[in-house]
Structure formats: C-alpha cells, structure tokens
C-alpha cells in the first residue's frame, strides 16, 4: 500500500472521514446499480414488490409498464448515487486545500470510502431486501443466500475500510506543499 | 455478432457501402487523427528538448494518444460499419466520440503542450486568444452545457437523426461536433489546461450534476419513446439508450475523477494571485 500519501499524524485526524464514506456509499450505489441491475440484470427496484412487506403492487420487469414503474424508481436511485458522489467530492474539496494528488493516495481515504460502500450495502441489504422486501440481489429459491452474501460482502467492506483507515496515517491536508 | 450482421444487411440500401459516404471519409478521418497523434508527439519531443529539466508526465501523453485512438476505434469498420445499420453501435459510437475519447484528449493538456513549445509571441498569441471574448463566451459552462448535452435533444428530438443517417455528410458534421463539443465540456469542467474564466470547483461540480441529470433524462426518454426522432427498431433504441445511461454514468463518473484529480488549491501560499489564467508551467519557465 503507498504511504507516500500520509505525513505525520495531524491534529485533524477526521477531517477525511465524512467526504470519504458519503464518496463510497455513492460509488457503492453505481456497483450495485451498473453490475447487478445493469450488467446482469439479476434486480431492479421493484422486481420483488409480488412478495414484499409492504403490500405494493407487483411491477413485472418483463412487462412494459412493470418495467417502467422499476425504471423510474432505478431513475430515483441514480440520482441518489449521483448526489452522494457530488456531494461526497464537495466535502473533499472544502477539506483540502493542498496536496490535493496526495489525498488520492492516502489510505484513510480509500478506507473510508470502502467503508461507505459497505454502509451502502448493509443498509440497501437490511432495508430494501429484508425489512421492505421490495427487490432481492437475484431472486430465486435461494434468494435468501444472496441476501446474506451482499450483507457479509458489506459488513466486510466495512470492516476492512475501517482496519485500512486506521492502518494509514491520518492524512492532514493543512500540511501540503 | 451474426444476428448484428443480419440487422446491418437489412438496413444497407442499394448495395451502399456499410462506412457513411464510402471508406474515404473514414480513411481520411482516421489519417486525420493519426496526424494530430503525431504532432503531439512531435511537440513533447521539443518540449523535452526546450526544457531538458521537466519532462512532460507520460500519463498526459498516453492519455491523448488514447483519445485519439478512441476516436479512431469508434470510426473504423468494426465499429464504424455496425454502427451504420444499428442505433445500438450508433450509441457505442457516440459515446466514443462525445465522451470517451474528449476526456481522454483533454486528459492530455495539449494546450499547455502548446504553450510550453510554441515560440514566444505565438504563445503569447495563444494566451491572448484564450482571453478573448469569444473564447470566453464559448467556455462559458453554460455554453458547453448547450453544446454538448443539449444538442443531444436536437439530434434524437427532431428529425436531425433520420436525415443523419441518409446524408453522409451531415453525418461526419454530427461526429466532428459531438467531438469537439465534448472536449469543450471536458475542458471547461476538469482538465489540467488553463481555461478561460473556468468556475470553482463547487461550481463545476454542480454543472456536472445538471449534465448528468440531462444525460440520464433523455436516454430515459429515448427508452421510453417519447424522443421521436428516431426511427429504429425498438430493442435497437431500448438497447441504444441504455448503453447511453449507463455508458454515460462511467465517462461522468471518470470525468469527476479528473475534475478532482487536476483540481487546483482554492487558497493558500502556493497561490498565484493573479494567475487566473495561470498560463501554467509556460511562458516563464527557465
């Protein structure tokens, strides 16, 4: 791991921790949302709304309308994505002012930014595919399975962003030049 | 790939051939490219000669050479004939063309290469022209805005696309403005050359977002039908437009990256005051 990025431990400890998970939940968000529901096809929003748990309408992917309702609700989770990352690269940029090519180097921030992709699947996992119910990674008889894989993928990212974070030396970015 | 040559045969009329206008628009437009990869060569070896101490990165002269082969990729037959009697590889085409390859091109900083190599007034004739007024209104992001995603609206939203596909020479007037389009926007939003009255970086960011959200709404629209400039079969559109959401996502995604990776210091004592321009690493160099 490059640690030509990290100088000694500053007083700002922190200061990457907010813009890097907010960067990874929206990163994360474009995995799931290109691989899995673009790529493979295994989901969309709604694929699962006829077993659900919260009583909506069944949205076929394989009819036009069903389709249609599952594009607009990919379409409100792309935006969702795009905000995350927009607003994750803001915050970046209001907390470097220098060094800004060693920031990209510095694993705190690679830390939390995996970090904030496993956020991002813990929460999509728990919320989307157990509590609402209303899609599941690949549907099918053992749907159950891919489920708890995507949550253990994000625990695991989780925790790895986390150990990577703490393993690099806080990045101080007032200490540029 | 057979089913793609089954639908290219169906579309060719006439015995026409599968390049628009014949292969000599094509060679003459890959020969073209060739010489703009070539010059830039050329200059970076006179750079290196000028300025023996500072060499010019590698990365920015592999990522030009990329952009150009980019274009050219997207031009030549494979590509090139498929995307004559498909709108799937219409839409590869165009994203090569308007988006891909302009990142990549810009990537390379040939106005900086220029800058550091032309002589002395020339340069100086640059930085002037870079200063002028309409350059600046041409940079303005709004401008670029227009230019490059909203002529998207103009060319799948009337019938500029059918009437594309049966004049060829229309046809390489769209390609020459999606790429040139698309390196102004490229330009004024990331990229490590110097660009007139270019906004901060929140700024930039915010004019990304609003492309993006253009992007992704017309090739919604473009699924759903409602654009009805094209006259396709529809999995050729559906297929089309999705490649133009989701291929569109990556090369916003990567032109994010570059915006923050050439991002320049808001503050601080590295700052050159009046270097709005910052006519760079240029004219006053050793």
């Known amino acids: 791991m490059a640690t030509t990025g990290e100088v000694r431990a500053g007083p ?8 890097g998970i907010v960067l990874g939940v929206g990163l994360g968000g474009f995995v799931d949302g290109i691989l899995l529901h673009q790529l493979l096809q295994w989901h969309h929003m709604l694929t699962s709304t006829n077993t659900d748990r919260i009583g909506l309408k069944y949205y076929s992917p394989h009819s036009v309308s069903g389709l249609e309702m599952n594009t607009v609700w990919d379409g409100i989770f792309h935006t969702v994505c795009w905000l995350a990352v927009l607003i994750g690269l803001a915050l ?5 002012t220098h060094g800004r090519r060693r920031v990209w180097t510095s694993r705190v921030l690679w830390g939390w930014i995996l970090a904030g992709w496993g956020i991002f699947n813990l929460v999509e996992g728990l919320l989307d595919h157990q509590i609402l119910g209303i899609h599941h990674v690949h549907g099918g008889p053992y749907q159950v399975w891919w489920d708890i894989g995507f949550l253990v993928l994000g625990a695991l990212l989780l925790l790895g962003g ?4 703490r393993g690099g030396r806080a990045f101080d970015p007032e200490r540029g030049a | 790939m057979g089913g793609h040559e089954h639908l290219m ?10 390049l628009p206008g014949g292969p000599l628009p094509t060679v003459l437009a890959v020969a073209l490219l060739a010489v703009l990869a070539a010059g830039y060569l050329l200059l970076v070896r006179r750079a290196a000669r000028r300025h023996p101490g500072r060499t010019w990165s590698r990365w920015r002269t592999a990522s030009f050479l990329t952009g150009c082969a980019l274009a050219a990729g997207a031009l030549l037959p494979p590509l090139g004939a498929f995307a004559h009697g498909d709108f799937r590889g219409h839409m590869a085409q165009h994203l090569l063309i308007g988006m ?10 040939p106005v900086t ?15 002037g022209l870079l200063h002028s007024r309409p350059l600046r209104f041409l940079a303005h992001p709004v ?23 049966a004049h060829p020479a229309l046809h390489w007037l769209v390609h020459t403005h999606f790429l040139l389009s698309g390196c102004l926007f490229a330009w004024v939003v990331a990229g490590p050359d110097p660009a007139p009255a270019r906004p901060g970086v929140p700024a930039r960011l915010v004019l990304l977002g609003v492309a993006v959200a253009l992007h992704a709404t017309f090739s919604q629209l473009l699924y759903g039908g ?22 569109g996502d990556i090369a916003e995604l990567l032109l994010a990256g570059a915006l923050v990776a050439t991002w320049r210091p808001a503050r601080g004592p590295h700052r050159r005051t009046a270097a709005r321009l910052s006519p760079t690493e240029s004219l006053s160099s050793p």
């Open chain 1, 12 to 19: 700002a400890p922190r200061s990457l921790r907010l813009p």
């Open chain 1, 92 to 96: 970046l940029y209001s907390r470097v």
């Open chain 1, 162 to 165: 986390w150990a990577l974070q």
């Open chain 2, 9 to 18: 045969h169906e579309h060719r009329t006439g015995g026409a051939h599968p």
């Open chain 2, 100 to 109: 891909y390859a302009p990142l990549a091109l810009v990537l390379g900083a």
């Open chain 2, 113 to 127: 290469l220029l800058l550091r190599t032309l002589p002395p007034a020339r340069a100086r004739r640059l930085t």
């Open chain 2, 143 to 165: 401008t670029a805005l227009l230019l490059s995603t909203g002529s998207l609206a103009v060319l799948y939203g009337t019938p500029l696309y059918d009437v594309t596909a």
């Open chain 2, 226 to 247: 409602f654009l009805i400039g094209v006259h396709a079969p529809v999995d050729q559109v559906r297929g089309g437009a999705q490649l133009m959401y989701y291929g």
